[in-house]
């Protein structure tokens, strides 16, 4: 009764995340192409559309995209060039939309000025750079991006989730129980769950260092289909989901296998070693480490299970799982 209780909110939290990948957000033009200067169909568009799309290849979002608020507030002037006489404020959580888009060459400061709109009375003006400051797109996985990408909040992480694991897994290993790579069981989607969580971490590391300008574009129109991306950010999202899918494996298998509170304590530990892993790797790959350190952990880690965990054999008269043949320590009877 428990397992069948288990597998259904496992299944319905999976079928949840499925029916939400579905965005119902602005379509805008897709920039992972190739200047549109240059397509066959952009001669039968008009100078401003073609300077739209342009204009979307390179800062990505153009007219109509839609901004929530995160400042605490967000002024707005009449007049382009003039921040001395605000007129209105937008206040954090509400949403705008780009209604209009031009450049003022006089201005030392930013020459790309937007006006936004959050309803037909509250609009006006701001630069670029300001807007972006205080806004994120309105799309949650682009605010989850936000979240997780502010510096303090990751280095504040880091330290948490390192003490954290550290004195998690001393407490665990006192009391003997089971924990990934020091005191497995014998299944291997942990070990894999964990292996993934690495990858996952030293991929997202190398788009950041490689490929700003992509997570950027990324950033603004974001995509759970892997299909439908680059390579590079294709395989990371890849990797997401099958981070979901292995740990739903590894839930059910840990739970299969191991009474109530042992399954509780064990997939604590596998959860803060799979906190310590992201923090690890996207912090050492920004400095090259992390690709020195993937092979090593994952040679590490598949000699751990292969070596202590795995149990290929049981015994022919209690069933009791045994990594050698020989004597079982369980019930003494000697397997050859």
Partial sequence: MCMRLVRFVI?????????????HG??????????????????????QQLDSISFSTTHHYTQNYNFLVRADLLPLADNMGDMAFDTMYVTKGQRIVVAEIRTLPTDSIDSVWVKVARDQITQGWIRESELLESVSPDDPISQFIDAFSNNHLLV???FCVIVGGVYAMRKLLRRNAYIVHFN????????????LMACSATAYATIQTFGAEQWRHYYFHPSLNP?????????FV??????IIVGVAAVEDTIRRLQASDAFLYLLGLGAVCAVL?????I????YVGYLLLPAYVFFALWRWLRFAHTPFHCGQCGAALQRKGTCPHCGAVNV
Avoid: E, R
Avoid at 11 to 23: E, F, I, K, Q
């Fill in 238 to 243: 890849a990797s997401v989901w099958a981070i």
């Fill in 11 to 23: 299944g319905s939290l999976v079928l949840m995340l499925c029916c939400a990948c579905y965005n």
């Fill in 156 to 158: 504040f992480l880091a």
């Fill in 284 to 287: 050492l790959t920004l400095y």
């Fill in 278 to 282: 992201y923090v690890v790797f996207s």
């Fill in 184 to 195: 497995d069981i014998d299944s291997f989607y942990p070990t894999l769950l964990c292996i």
């Fill in 26 to 47: 602005q379509q805008t033009t897709d920039a992972w192409i190739a200047s549109s200067h240059y397509a066959p169909w952009s001669q039968n568009m008009s100078k």
């Fill in 227 to 235: 299909f439908n991306l680059p390579f590079t950010l294709g395989l």
